[in-house]
T-cell receptor
């Protein structure tokens, strides 16, 4: 089992460009999450999903959109990237909401 | 709202010495508590978790943590650190029937020879 995988690992964007980050899990987990990690702030939840076809906002959702068309995939989109979105993005999944979350390796995004 | 405080931003410890990382949480109901470790450039790996039962929890890599409800704490300990323990450590809390895992800001551990 690969667990949770993320693509790409690194990306550099110019302000205003768009991109999609892909998260995939092979553990048949219902819940999936997108976090961003910034120095001194821990991880902050962007969006999450409690099952296929569902999405919901976390604590820092502005500027991001998500989709969960398939149970195993959770996509994070940036429609018009801003320098404030420079961060490391982590995807995670869990069997249920209060269960252990398993994290992907992260995507380092730089917006110039 | 739930929250997690890790009072120590950075700790330096000698190899072979003991390590204790502090974690205080705020949560109105029964908390589920986690410690994760992040090596440089890597994702987060679960060290241990507390859901219920014995308040002293054993984890991987020789780590343990003790849940103290009266102090709202979940401190992480290791009797003898190895150079490979140099990493950033995150404490996190979620409630029963909840989804939102709240993280502390993290503690960076440096191990000196």
């Amino acid at each position: 089992n690969a667990g949770v995988t993320q693509t790409p690992k690194f990306r550099v964007l110019k302000t205003g460009q768009s991109m999609t980050l892909l998260c995939a899990q092979d553990m048949n987990h219902e819940y999936m999450y997108w976090y961003r990690q910034d120095p001194g702030m821990g991880l902050r939840l962007i969006h999450y999903s409690v099952g296929e076809g569902t999405t919901a906002k976390g604590e820092v959702p502005d500027g991001y959109n998500v989709s969960r068309l398939k149970k195993q995939n959770f996509l994070l989109g940036l429609e018009s990237a801003a320098p404030s979105q420079t961060s490391v993005y982590f995807c995670a999944s869990s069997r249920q909401g209060s269960d252990t979350q398993y994290f992907g390796p992260g995507t380092r995004l730089t917006v110039l | 709202a739930q929250s997690v405080t890790q009072p120590d931003i950075h700790i330096t410890v000698s190899e072979g010495a003991s390590l204790e990382l502090r974690c205080n949480y705020s949560y109105g109901a029964t908390p589920y508590l986690f410690w994760y470790v992040q090596s440089p450039g890597q994702g987060l790996q679960l060290l241990l978790k507390y859901f219920s039962g014995d308040t002293l929890v054993q984890g991987i890599k020789g780590f343990e943590a003790e849940f103290k409800r009266s102090q709202s704490s979940f401190n992480l300990r290791k009797p003898s650190v190895h150079w490979s323990d140099a990493a950033e450590y995150f404490c996190a809390v979620v409630g029963d029937n909840d989804y939102k895992l709240s993280f502390g800001a993290g503690t960076t551990v440096t191990v000196r020879a």
